[in-house]
């Protein structure tokens, strides 16, 4: 099923966004403008009840249908018992110095930020245990998961404080986490993933295997995917400084087969080990990922899992 056929998305454009001074305002605004899309779509009526109800499925007890919500919405849903309204929730944001990229009014950095906060209100009101994890090469700040009050301001503090960053290494971070999370829960990675994915399916697959549930969200900016480079210039690299002298007519082509090889590489590692992988691109509305955690939330009560793809905004910004 397509976003495009399934939600209304509310539009909320990412510059207008941006202009919001306070993280959790910021938050808010998507996630509220993410229950007016529900309210257009086929998940109309769940919106409002979405931290205490779940579609029915089949070999349910049919005693537990909620009437009065299938009057409201014409849909089945039944109450949630408290074990699956519990679930601990952790998100991985990328630090690196190459999230401070941006080609347009703001960064990767801040559009990352901003998601990650929205994504830690929306499960934090479904009663979701949320923690979090932020790295470059190493683990900069670990928070346990916890539903509790005040939890939520101490995310909010970590994602808001400014950072330097260095290179890229999921290696250490995935594995630390993998060792500090002995529980099964949803794993949420937010990042750029402009590094070499070797190591990833080992490290992914661990988490994998200890029963973790697994979403990636990969952030670009448009130039990144576009390659808009007007002239000949050199380049620095933002994470090794590394300068490079580029001239845009050779390099295109090389670049753009370049990056799709690592997206399709990255995409086979995701649909083998059954990971949920979302292309954003940060002058894109950030609702799409919440669309996609509740399509894994909606799979996910229907029973296993299975294989990951690239969802419907990532084929368009491949295009």
């Known amino acids: 099923m397509s976003a495009s056929t399934n939600y209304a998305p509310a539009q909320i454009d990412p510059s207008s966004l941006m202009r919001i001074k306070n993280l959790q305002l910021r938050a808010k605004t998507v996630v509220e403008g993410f229950y007016n ?64 990229f941006g080609s347009i009014d703001y960064t990767k950095a801040d559009y990352t930020r ?49 950072f330097e960053g260095t290179g890229t290494d999921l290696s250490e971070p995935l594995e630390q986490l993998a060792a500090l999370v002995s529980k ?25 295997s200890r029963g973790h549930e697994m979403m990636i969200l990969r952030v670009n900016d448009p130039a990144e995917i576009e390659f808009t480079l007007p002239q000949a210039a050199m380049i620095r690299d933002m994470e090794t400084g590394k300068e490079l002298y580029i001239d845009p007519e050779v390099a295109k082509a090389q670049y753009q087969a370049n990056f799709k090889e690592h997206e399709t590489q990255l995409v086979a590692i995701c649909e083998s080990l059954g990971i949920d992988l979302t292309q954003l ?39």
């Open 114 to 162: 901003t998601l990650a906060a929205t994504l830690a209100h929306f499960l934090t009101q479904q009663r979701d245990a949320v923690g979090l994890m932020t790295f470059d090469r190493k683990v900069n700040e670990f928070i346990a998961a916890r539903h509790r009050p005040g939890h939520m301001n101490r995310l909010l503090g970590s994602l808001d404080q400014s």
């Open 281 to 319: 691109v940060t002058n894109q509305p950030m609702d799409e990922a919440l669309y996609q955690l509740l399509s894994l939330q909606t799979r996910r009560s229907r029973g296993p899992l299975r294989g990951g793809s690239l969802s419907a905004a990532a084929r368009g910004a491949a295009t």
């Open 37 to 100: 899309g529900l309210h257009r779509s086929p998940f109309h009526g769940f919106s409002v009840e979405f931290s205490e109800y779940r579609p029915y499925t089949l070999g349910d007890d049919p005693r537990t249908l909620d009437w009065k919500l299938f009057a409201r919405s014409d849909r089945y849903y039944i109450k949630r018992y408290e074990d699956e309204t519990n679930r601990r929730c952790y998100l991985m944001v990328d630090q690196s110095k190459s999230m401070s």
């Open 184 to 208: 099964r829960g949803l794993i949420i990675l937010i990042s750029d993933l402009l590094s070499p994915i070797d190591m990833l399916r080992t490290r992914l697959a661990y988490l994998r």
